[in-house]
């Protein structure tokens, strides 16, 4: 009873900003995403009769805590759903995401622990009941299921059977890059978790972010499917801003940006100016993604490395959805 | 036929941000402010019968083209009222407000003029008048009439009659200190004008703005006439951060933010986590005040001289309002 799955990281387009049941991850918007290759998690998961808990080795090393009780609440899901309450299992998982990178870890980790952990008992699911499962481990993970373009939509029941994500274009229908721009401090006062908590509760411009996501899925998804990549650049980066413009206004406020994040945000700006077409987007934290076309890579890549507190640019295509190994 | 008076600049703790009738200039929302001691303008206005247009001196300096048509229309506003309308005048304006420290020297500009063109013209105002009329040449000037914290107070009426000034505490109230941090760059691509217009027409957090103002003009206020210092503080730091907040989400978005605003902002907060009770506020520019207490000027003024990109501190006390020389 064992499987070895491999799921990829992703960077919302269009951001998930915001919890509307915190148990059952369900969102309060609709978000889009680009699985990238450069970044995945490789996960086994092992059922095995005799033992009497869980093990989770990370990178070789035995996680316990506040990682391992997830990890063990999402193997709860699995086993309800086989019907094997009692069944226990290892896992191993070797993570290829780059910490400094700053992308969260936990989107590819539970993308490859659903996969793994379902065929390891013997489930067969599609990806649409994958990644309704996946959601439950982690949010944007249900989006890396898919390779290329994916769509986690809401959905708008409470028991979450509408909420998973769906394919919108693999990743063979447009080369578009991702620079991870890594800064040299990525000091982060508030999780995500949090930060999402707080918006949601205290920021007076949440029903504004919220009544202004649909607007922005159809225009990227038009964007996306004609291959715009102007359009599909600045309806990410709008986005993006927006986002983060919700923290600005929460109770206390805080924000994710550092004055190196803002210095990137300007490069790119200028790069703009100066003809290249380069986009930013910024997850919730310091550090910058930059979207470019392929032949932009040189001229892109030395911009970034050049800027004053950038200490390294990790490029990336788009990737790939699950696979079994 | 002629008058001298004196002005000083305001910062808005509670900013204007957006107009409800560009012509009448009539706000969306209700402001306050600190008049400052440290930015002061005065002008001389000297109607005369054997003039057949206005003219206007700035430092010694004639002006022409569209800062003088503002100041012509605004005569034409005094002249109008005093049913002098062929009478044209000199104006010689002082500015003691350096521009790099980024105030509008239309706050303390506008107020002398209105105060200095009225008393010429034989028109005796009291101050609530004057703040109304002072409205129609520069909104935030509406509040230079009057020393220490004013609040402009936003009206209803469609004629503007409603909306002008009142004192909420005089500068003897309360001795708090304002550093202006005057940055190396100071480029800023969009005007305030602009700027404000393009949120409130596209900005979906627009409405979220208006909606939390009188929550915070409210506490404010009670803050001041309290002394509480950490709460004034407070309150007028998540206030500028909503402002500028709205403008990230404008379309297409925007920032008055470099990225030393940036660094200025976190030099702020971490001065409070080292115990020194410091608040920043920024208007329409990169440029950050600072809001301390008379007993950390010393700790402050250094502190904040020593971040890269800070070119100077200008410091200031509260100022008194309209005076006549």
Redesign the interface.
């Known amino acids: 009873m064992k499987a070895t799955a491999k799921a990829h990281t992703n960077i919302a387009l269009i951001k998930y900003w915001g919890k509307r049941d915190e148990a059952l991850i369900l969102p309060t918007n609709s978000s889009l995403s680009l699985t990238l290759d450069g970044f995945f998690t490789t996960t086994t998961v092992d059922f095995q009769a005799n033992l009497t808990r869980d093990q989770f080795m990370l990178d070789d090393e035995p996680v316990e805590g506040e990682s391992y009780q997830r990890v063990s609440n999402f193997l709860d899901i699995i086993r309800t759903m086989a019907g094997k309450e009692n069944l226990y299992a290892t896992v191993h998982s070797k993570n290829d995401v780059p910490t400094a990178a700053g992308f969260a870890s936990s989107a590819s980790g539970f993308a490859a622990l659903a996969a793994a952990g379902t065929k390891a008992i013997g489930m067969q699911l599609d990806n649409q009941e994958l990644s309704r499962l996946t959601r439950q481990g982690s949010g944007s993970a249900s989006r890396s299921i898919y390779g290329g373009f994916a769509e986690w939509e809401m959905g708008g029941k409470t028991d979450g059977s509408d909420s998973f994500a769906v394919p919108v274009a693999p990743a063979q229908h447009w080369d578009i890059r991702v620079a991870a721009v890594v800064l040299s401090s990525t000091v982060k006062k508030v999780s995500s978790r949090a930060g999402m908590k707080r918006t949601v509760e205290t920021?007076?411009?949440?029903?504004?972010?919220i009544?202004?996501i649909p607007k922005d899925l159809r225009e990227i998804k038009d964007a996306i499917k004609t291959k715009d990549f102007e359009k599909t650049g600045?309806i990410a980066?709008?986005n993006c801003?927006?986002m983060?413009?919700?923290t600005?206004?929460a109770?206390?406020?805080f924000?994710y940006?550092?004055?190196?994040?803002?210095?990137v945000m300007?490069t790119v700006q200028e790069m703009r100016e100066k003809g290249i077409p380069a986009y930013f987007t910024i997850d919730a934290g310091p550090n910058v993604k930059v979207l470019y076309l392929p032949e932009d890579e040189g001229k892109v890549k030395e911009t970034l490395r050049t800027i004053p507190g950038v200490t390294d640019v990790i490029l990336s295509k788009p990737g790939q959805g699950i696979s079994y190994l």
Do not use: V
């Open positions: 920021s007076p411009f949440y029903s504004g972010w009544d202004s600045s980066e709008a801003l927006k983060h413009a919700t600005l206004a109770n206390p406020p924000t940006w550092h004055d190196t994040t803002m210095r300007q």
